[in-house]
């Protein structure tokens, strides 16, 4: 697919949280990100939190490449940001397309998805890198990545997730954030997510995700939600390290998925994005 806006990535929900065994996985969906290029001084944009501001340095650690200093971007975003949608991902990555397309800098996705891991990993707003979202911001959907390999920025894998749709529970911003060891304590809940996605069921992996991130970020009221999802056949999962729980459902569970967010103040419809650009 060739994109309209070259200087676009995307939200995303959570398959398998990369900090629980290693191992992560994320999905696009139909939430935008647009970074333009910006040469006079602007106003802290809300969506940073020092993430743009590393991105001069992170472009050069990891390519050799001097960015004008004088460069920076502004961004225009539908993904809502301490909810577990992959913002930051989406923050770095489109500014990253946006910088180095203006520099006429050539990055393959692979450095991309790397540059944007730095950038998140020396602002500190991600555990891991962030690996799998960042692939995900780029609208592919969906790679698995190991971050105890030696190349997280490279899958293990790809699959492409069937159409579904994408329904969204508000549940405000995340408090504090967890830490990794957090996660680190409920390994064999998230190994066992893993493995059940290698084995080709992520429906399942989904949801098996979703209990140990409840688990992981003392959740007990979003663990209950699924529950109630799934007793009335929905696949939901918290997406991130939460607190936004997403459901995964057919255009024929639409009515269903509506009787049970009648209680939420937001909810946010969109769809598992299904033409993502080809892999270079």
Not at 3 to 12: C, E, F, H, M, R
Not at 13 to 25: D, F, P, Q
């Amino acid at each position: 697919m060739t994109q309209k806006n070259p200087d676009v990535a995307y939200g995303g929900v959570s398959i398998l949280h990369a900090a629980g065994c290693g191992w992560g996985c994320s999905t696009p969906v139909e939430l935008s990100c647009t970074a333009e290029i910006q040469r006079e001084e602007n106003e802290h944009n809300p969506e940073d939190d020092g993430l743009l501001t590393r991105i001069h340095s992170s472009i050069y650690s990891l390519t050799g490449h001097k960015i004008d200093q004088d460069i920076s971007v502004s961004i225009t975003s539908d993904v809502p940001s301490s909810m577990g949608l992959k913002s930051s991902s989406a923050v770095a990555v489109s500014s990253i397309k946006c910088v180095t397309r203006d520099s006429n800098l050539s990055l393959d996705p692979r450095q991309i998805v790397e540059v944007a891991a730095d950038m998140q990993i020396r602002s500190g707003c991600s555990m891991t890198g962030s690996y799998d979202d960042n692939w995900a911001a780029l609208g592919y959907n969906s790679a698995i990545v190991r971050t105890d390999s030696g190349k997280p920025s490279s899958p293990v894998g790809f699959f492409r997730l069937r159409k579904l749709n994408c329904t969204i529970l508000d549940r405000g911003v995340r408090g504090s954030p967890p830490t990794k060891s957090d996660f680190e304590e409920h390994s064999e809940q998230f190994q066992v997510a893993k493995n059940t996605l290698m084995k080709g069921d992520v429906i399942e992996a989904f949801k098996l995700n979703g209990l140990a991130v409840a688990e992981a970020t003392r959740d007990y009221e979003g663990k209950d939600l699924l529950k109630s999802l799934d007793s009335v056949g929905l696949a939901s999962t918290i997406t991130g390290s939460g607190p936004s729980i997403a459901i995964l459902h057919e255009d024929d569970q639409i009515d269903l998925v509506s009787d049970f967010c009648q209680s939420f103040g937001r909810v946010i419809t969109t769809k598992v994005l299904q033409q993502p650009p080809e892999v270079g």
